[in-house]
């Protein structure tokens, strides 16, 4: 079994939070080996002083659903005050500080550029940095392994909450490792320490570390869920269902104008490597098409290892989009810098350009090389585990 940074922190580091005010960025799956979440062991630990919580997207205990603002409040089962990191605010300011003197990051995330809980990390750690507070980030694995880099790396025009900074989609790196990144490659230069994972390889899927999984938000309950996501999240700057609503979140795709037959047909003659496509029909409960009968594919991963999320999410789209071309749209712009959201999610405007003018999508994928090349040696620097 690997063994968290936690019990590291309080095993081997208990010194660092010695007399130290202490405040917490948590979320539900900021659990340890026993499912016990890691805000009761520090407000049940006596030697810490723990003052403060904070919680990003979804909630400190992840009761909100994507998107919706969380309201700062006081914890009914510690008594203290629980800051949100995703709602007036998406950082933390002054006043939040005022009775804290060092701050640790616990959050499981997802390995994916456009998973918030990493642009709460990077605005967490400007801010320390301009408060002068210590900053302790407590490891954990990165559930779908430390080696695949995969996706173009997000041109710095299209910085936002779902892309904070210009890496690939899918960065193969830990939390630990890419807040190491943050540091000091994008100068944030905040008091940055990192407490390391114990056993943890590169190679090891989350299901291959004896760690229990809890679900990261309420619409990626499982590790089949978060394996297609970093491609099938793109579905949600298009008018096709990504599945919310249905028991499988991001592995259902659709509409109800699709043949069902017919789309997994033409995906599996692709022959794409790790992948089959398998005919779907469901009603979503509530996001797009609530209540409506759709039909369309579930993405059904049968070997992850060679599986290609993004190439695979892209030629999904080029296909509903050669064969629907009158129903088959992105969704239009929301903020008043008129940038598509399938541009903030991609990095950038080159996917819908290129699959407005119905291009093969392995041209598009070569853009990628160049840009994976000169990140992995970037990213090479900052790798803790072998």
């Known amino acids: 079994m690997v063994k968290l940074s936690l019990e590291n922190l309080l095993g081997s580091s208990p010194n660092l939070l010695a007399g130290r005010r202490v405040g917490l960025v948590a979320s539900p799956s900021s659990i340890d080996a026993k499912l016990t979440s890691t805000i009761t062991r520090l407000h049940q630990h006596s030697g810490i002083y723990l003052k403060a919580l904070f919680g990003p997207e979804h909630g400190l205990r992840g009761e909100a659903q994507a998107g919706e603002p969380v309201r ?6 510690t008594g203290l005050p629980v800051y949100s990191l995703y709602g007036a ?5 002054r006043e939040m500080f005022s009775d804290m003197d060092l701050l640790i990051f616990d959050m499981q995330d997802g390995g994916v550029r456009f998973f918030t809980y990493l642009a709460t990390l990077a605005a967490i750690m400007q801010a320390v940095a301009d408060q002068g507070i210590p900053l302790v980030v407590l490891d954990r694995p990165t559930p779908l392994g430390g080696n695949q880099v995969e996706g173009p790396v997000l041109n710095p025009a ?41 056993g943890w390889h590169r190679e090891m899927w989350y299901d291959q570390t004896g760690l229990p999984f809890v679900p990261l938000s309420p619409n990626l309950p499982t590790l089949r869920s978060l394996t297609v996501y970093p491609g099938t999240c793109l579905v949600e700057g298009t008018n096709l269902s990504e599945g919310r609503g249905t028991t499988m979140p991001f592995e259902y795709i659709g509409a109800p104008w699709i043949h069902a037959e017919q789309l997994a047909d033409e995906m599996n003659a692709l022959d794409l490597p790790g992948v089959r ?16 009968s759709c039909q369309g594919v579930h993405i059904y991963v049968v070997e992850r290892a060679q599986y290609l999320p993004i190439e695979t999410a892209l030629h999904l789209l080029a296909m ?16 008043p810098d008129g940038i598509y959201p399938i541009d903030l999610l991609y990095g950038s405007s080159s996917a819908r350009i290129h699959l407005d003018a119905l291009r093969p999508v392995e041209e598009l994928v070569s853009e990628w090389r160049e840009e994976l090349e000169d990140f992995s040696k970037i990213r090479a620097e900052y790798l803790i585990y072998s």
Not at 72 to 77: A, E, F, H, L, V
Not at 169 to 190: D, K, P, Q, S
Not at 320 to 335: H, I, R
Request: charged share 20%; net charge negative; hydrophobic share 40%.
């Open 72 to 77: 700062s409040y006081i914890d009914p089962i």
């Open 89 to 93: 605010t998406q950082t933390l300011s």
């Open 277 to 292: 496509f398998r005919p779907v029909f469901f009603i979503p409960t509530f996001s797009k098409f609530e209540g409506q």
């Open 158 to 198: 299209y910085r936002s909450f779902v892309g904070p900074f210009p890496i690939p989609i899918r960065y193969g790196m830990t939390i630990g490792e890419i807040a190491l990144l943050f540091n000091r490659h994008f100068a944030i230069h905040c008091d940055l320490q990192v407490i390391p994972l114990s």
């Open 320 to 335: 509903v989009k050669a064969d629907y071309p009158e129903q088959f749209d992105w969704l239009e712009p929301k903020t």
